[in-house]
Structure formats: structure tokens, C-alpha cells
């Protein structure tokens, strides 16, 4: 969502003040009536939970305006002035994923405060989607950068061990044959930079020698085979798709990205972590989205940076999860106590972040492919949940045709994700109410 899309500056304040009531207000009542308004204003703006977090937010900075501040250039902020470098230089993506590399892009300088280092993959299934244009923009953005197109294990150790506070970003990786071939050393890499304290080690000319590994890496590249699931589970996951809008031509040593950056340059220093900080998910999930949402606490944009890690977050790579985890999403959505399998397939087909049109396989060893009926009941067939016959009144019309209930899922659902449907019913998925997905309060 770009700023010159936003609802007008009376909208945004309305939001602000809403969103104050409800999340703010001592007053049960007043908050719940206050969720009200602001889940109606949402439905009628078509407004996502990251955009309505990211409005409430920056309103809340400029009471005198909203619009007309994002569309000059902001000065106060590091994490505003991406977002807005982004939209100059036409990166043409969601809201959600924009400030999530934004946020990536802060951590690159003050990555040594965290014990991890969240990889950040951008993927796509077809060229030209704005991979490069991004990458080359990250460049001129993040702390000591190194764009490559190709990068041994060998050439981050090394770069590593002369520059320890290396940016790595490596673009077209589907031609990389140390990410995809046999050997397996630049993955031990990938996967052992994530996190601070576990060098490489070498024997060179009879003598072991420590390799620093930690610090920021990037990856971008055309899908031609999965990232293994211990790359996913340690990245923040972009994927782009092909816009009609076009690149802009972005060459290095940019002066305004350089404004940018020297920008950033002062904030670092004065970043430390915030002490409390309610965090969202459990085990690397956790780790991984610790550090995007500290640094957006740090910036006013907490419920923003919640917001868009529960818009990315994938619960594991079991597709049987997934898939439980997306019907759960479609019926929230919706509102709905029964659906039929046709409408339940186009519904999982049309979710955007999904990947259910771009279907590995059970097994992940096919061709990409649109999810089957065959395969959907498969998947649900692993936690005994069949299609029944569903009945539904249609123009007066009681009409029965395969489906199911969402009581079938609700056990499921609350053991693997801690609430039922009824209970998200509820509630717009806001941060405050995430907790349904870290097992506990924080």
C-alpha cells in the first residue's frame, strides 16, 4: 500500500483514534466496542492488518497529517525512510513484505546485538518479478554490503574473517552450483551464520583455522528446486511476482539511497534492544522475528512488525500443517461454520502467501501443480479429518454436496495452534491477541 492510496487524512486520524480506544483504553467495554468499529472500518477500507497497524501507527507520529507526511520525504525515521525509498525506486510489493526487508535492512547494522541473524530469501517461480532491482537496492542500503551473483562457502569465510560486519547478498541463485550442488558446505554455512558463536573451521598448511560465519546473507533467485526446510525455518521469506508497472533503473553509488544510508549510519548507535518486548511464536520462528519486531518497538512500529510477521509466518513445511493453518485462515475470514471442497480448493488456491497453486506434492518431488482434491483429503486425512456430505440452502433450496464442517477442525486446530475457531472469530488477528500462537502469555 502506497501512501497515495491511503484513505483520506480524516480516515487515518479516525483509525488513530480507534486503535488508541482499543488497545489502550482500561475500560473492557470501550475496548471491545472499540475492536468493533475498527474491524468494521477495516472490512470497509479493504485494509489488511499490517496496513491498518502501519496507518494507526504513523498517524499516531503526525497528528497534523498522514498522507502528505509519507509522501514527502520523512527525515525522523529510519524504518519510514526505507519504506519510502522503496516506493521511489518501485519496489512493487505488499505492504507486509516491504517492511519486513526493511526491518532486515536496519538489522544489518546492528545485527551484534542479537544472537541471531535471520536469513532473507527472495523467490519467485518466473523471471522479472523485481528480484535484482531489489538486491541491487539492498546494496545500497545495508551495512557493508557484497552483492554477488554466485559465493563459495570459501568466499564468505573469508571475506568474513577480513570484513567481519559483511553483508552478503547473492543473486541469481538458481544458477548457483554451491546453493544446489552435492556439496553440502555452503548450506553448513547458510545455516551456522545464523546464529552468533559457531565458526568454520579449515585445516590450511597443517594449522586448524577459525572462519567466522555470522552475519547478514541474502539469497534471491528463480524456484527451479525447494530451499530445504532448515533454510526456510531460519529466513524471512519474500516472494515476488511479475508487476506491469516496471523497473526503474537503480545504478550503485545512488546519492539519494546514499542520503539513506547515512542516515542509518547515526540511528545504529543509538539503538539497544528494548527490555520488554512481547514476542510471537515459539522455537526459531521466535528467534527469527525477535529481531524484526525489537528493532520496530524500538521505532513506534511494534503492531506493525507483529502484524506482518503473523502475515509471513508459516507454521513449519508440513503441507498437512499448512494446509490446516489456511482452512483455519478461510474460515476466519469468511465467517463460515461449513464450506464445500470445491469452494474450500479455489479458496486455498487464491490465498496469496498459500504457494497451494504452486504445489510441490505430497512428497515434494513433482512438478509444480495447482493442489488436487485427491491430494487435499489426502493431507487431511493424516489428522482423521474426511469430507462429508454439507448441506446448504441455496435460493430456498436445501442442496447437500462434499465438504466440512469447521467442528471437524476445531480439535485440530486447538492443538496445533492453541484456539478454535470460535475463538478467533472474535478478534481481528492484531498483534495483542497473538499469543494463541506462542503457547502462553508472555
Known sequence: MSPDNWPSDSV?????????????????????????????????????????????????????????????????????????????????????RKVTVALWVLHTYVFRQFLHSPRLIVRSLEAETGKTLLMCLLRELTYHPL?????????????????????????????????????????????????????????????????????????????????????????????????????????????????????????????????????????????????????ADTLGYGATARAAAMALHRPGDDPAILSLFDIRTIFVQRGIDRIWTPELLEALHGLEDGHWDEFWGINEDEDVHRLKKSELYALLKTKSIVSRSVPKNIDGQRVFNKGFYAKQFEPVWQDLFGDTLAQSSKIISLPRHAKRHTGGTE
Open 12 to 96: 487515518c486520524k479516525r483509525i488513530r483514534d480507534v486503535w488508541a480506544l482499543a488497545h489502550g483504553s482500561s475500560n473492557p467495554g470501550e475496548a471491545a466496542s472499540a475492536f468493533t468499529v475498527l474491524k468494521r472500518l477495516q472490512t470497509d477500507l479493504g485494509l489488511n492488518d499490517v496496513e491498518l497497524a502501519f496507518i494507526a501507527e504513523y498517524t499516531e507520529k503526525r497528528p497534523a497529517g498522514s498522507r502528505d507526511g509519507m509522501l514527502e520525504q520523512p527525515l525522523d525515521n529510519p524504518f519510514e525512510l526505507i519504506l519510502h525509498t522503496f516506493d521511489r525506486k518501485r519496489i512493487i510489493l505488499p505492504l507486509e
Open 147 to 295: 552483492l554477488t551473483g554466485d559465493a563459495s562457502a570459501a568466499t564468505i569465510y573469508y571475506r568474513l574473517k577480513e570484513f567481519p560486519d559483511t553483508t552478503f547478498l547473492i543473486d541469481e541463485t538458481e544458477h548457483s552450483t554451491h546453493l544446489w550442488g552435492a556439496d553440502t558446505t555452503f548450506l553448513s554455512v547458510f545455516d551456522n551464520g545464523y546464529r552468533d558463536g559457531i565458526p568454520a573451521h579449515r585445516v590450511i598448511g597443517g594449522k586448524l583455522v577459525e572462519f567466522p560465519c555470522f552475519g547478514p546473507l541474502a539469497l534471491a533467485g528463480v524456484v527451479k528446486r525447494r530451499y530445504s526446510k532448515q533454510m526456510l525455518s531460519r529466513s524471512y521469506v519474500i516472494d515476488t511476482q511479475q508487476s506491469s508497472e516496471g523497473e526503474d533503473e537503480l545504478f550503485p553509488n545512488d546519492p539519494e539511497c546514499a542520503t539513506v544510508r547515512d542516515f542509518i549510519r547515526e540511528w545504529a548507535p543509538t539503538f539497544r534492544r528494548p527490555k520488554d518486548c512481547k514476542l510471537l511464536f515459539r522455537g526459531r520462528a521466535r528467534n527469527i522475528w525477535r529481531v524484526a519486531i525489537e528493532i
